[in-house]
C-alpha cells in the first residue's frame, strides 16, 4: 500500500462520518476522538515500518479506553480491535460499543498494513516461505468471518463480522506477493473502507430515528419511508458484494486473478465473496423490505447533510467500478 492515498481516503471518511453522524451523538469529545482516530491511522500509513504503524494502531484506541465516546470500552473488547483470534471480542464491541468511531478504526485495516510491513522488511527467502502460509490462514479467516456472519441475526454484529472479513481478503492479497493481487488487495481496501462505512452510516441513522424498535425482528419495511436511505445502503452492499458497475468488481477480478497464479487458494475468494454479499442484502432486506408498521413509517428519510456524506461514497464507489485505473497506483 502507497500510504498517502490511504490515508487520504481515510481522512475523507473520518469527514463523511462527522458530517452523517446523528447531532445528539456529536459532542466536541466525540468528535475531538474522532479526528485522533484519524491522526493515527494517517500517522500509521505514512509510518516507514510495522512497528512505528504497530504503534499508532495501539494510540489509535486510546480514544476507546477513555470517555470520549461515552462508556470506556473495557479491556477484553479492546483488544477485540488489534487481534484477528479475537473477532468474538470484535462483534461484542460493535454490538455495545460507539458505532461509528469502531467503524472509522476497524476501516483502517492496520492489522493487513502491519503485516505486510513486517513481510516486507524480513529476507526474500523467509518472505518466501512465509507468504503462502499468511495467505491461507488469512483466506480461512476470511470463510469463518464470512460463515459467523451469517450465523447472526443482530445488524451491528453482522457489521463487524463483515468489516472483519474484509481486513482478512486485504491481507491475503496483500502476502500473496504477486503485482495483480497487491493491485486487488488494494483496490478492496478503498471498496469495502467506503462501502462499510456507508452501512454504519446508515445504520447508525436509523437508530438514532428509532432506538429499540430497530432491533425487532423480522422485516421493517423502512423503505416506504426512507428510500434515499435504502438506495445507499443497497448500494453500498451490492458493492461489497462484488457487483458489476462497483469498485467492489474490478477488486474482485484482480485479487481472484493475483491469488490464482500463487495456487488454487484463489478458488475461495468467489464463494467467501458469494457469502458476503448474501449476508449484506439479506441485512438490506429485514431492514427495508416487507411491510413498516407505527415504528416504521414515519421515520425520517435521508437528512442533507447525510446525503451529501452518502452521495460523495457512492459516486467514489460508480467510478471506481467504471475508471478503476483513476483510484489505482
Known amino acids: 500500500m502507497s500510504g498517502a492515498l490511504e490515508a487520504g481516503l481515510h481522512a475523507a471518511l473520518t469527514l463523511g462520518v462527522v458530517l452523517s453522524a446523528p447531532r445528539g451523538e456529536r459532542t466536541a469529545r466525540w468528535t475531538m476522538g474522532v479526528l485522533w482516530i484519524s491522526a493515527c491511522v494517517g500517522a500509521a500509513y505514512l509510518s516507514q515500518s510495522a512497528a512505528s504503524a504497530a504503534v499508532a494502531w495501539a494510540t489509535a484506541l486510546l480514544p476507546f479506553l477513555t470517555s470520549a465516546f461515552g462508556r470506556p470500552l473495557d479491556a477484553g473488547r479492546a483488544s477485540g480491535l488489534l487481534l484477528f483470534p479475537a473477532q468474538s471480542r470484535l462483534a461484542d464491541?460493535?454490538?455495545?460499543?460507539?458505532?461509528?468511531?469502531?467503524?472509522?478504526l476497524l476501516n483502517g485495516h492496520l492489522g493487513a498494513l502491519v503485516a505486510s510491513r513486517w513481510l516486507s522488511a524480513l529476507d526474500p527467502e523467509t518472505a518466501a516461505m512465509a507468504r503462502p502460509w499468511i495467505t491461507g490462514l488469512a483466506l480461512l479467516a476470511a470463510a469463518a468471518y464470512a460463515a459467523l456472519a451469517y450465523q447472526e441475526t443482530r445488524p451491528r454484529r453482522v457489521l463487524a463480522r463483515l468489516i472483519a472479513g474484509q481486513g482478512a481478503l486485504i491481507l491475503a492479497g496483500l502476502a500473496c506477493g504477486n503485482a495483480a493481487a497487491a493491485a486487488g488487495a488494494l483496490a478492496l481496501w478503498q471498496t469495502a473502507a467506503v462501502a462499510s462505512t456507508m452501512l454504519v452510516c446508515v445504520y447508525a441513522g436509523l437508530e438514532a430515528r428509532m432506538g429499540a424498535a430497530l432491533d425487532r425482528p423480522g422485516f421493517l419495511g423502512l423503505a416506504s419511508s426512507a428510500p434515499r436511505l435504502a438506495v445507499f445502503f443497497a448500494a453500498a452492499a451490492f458493492a461489497l458484494g462484488d457487483m458489476p458497475l462497483t469498485m467492489g468488481f474490478p477488486a474482485a477480478e484482480l485479487l481472484i486473478r493475483g491469488l490464482l497464479e500463487g495456487g488454487?487458494?484463489?478458488?475461495?475468494?468467489?464463494?467467501?465473496?458469494a457469502l458476503n454479499a448474501y449476508v449484506a442484502v439479506r441485512l438490506f432486506a429485514r431492514l427495508f423490505w416487507g411491510r413498516p408498521d407505527d415504528a416504521s413509517r414515519n421515520v425520517p428519510d435521508a437528512l442533507p447533510r447525510e446525503r451529501w456524506a452518502l452521495t460523495a461514497a457512492l459516486l467514489f464507489l460508480l467510478i471506481g467500478g467504471l475508471v478503476p485505473s483513476a483510484f489505482l497506483p
Open 93 to 104: 464491541a460493535f454490538e455495545h460499543g460507539p458505532l461509528l468511531p469502531l467503524a472509522l
Open 264 to 273: 488454487l487458494m484463489g478458488l475461495a475468494l468467489p464463494i467467501i465473496s
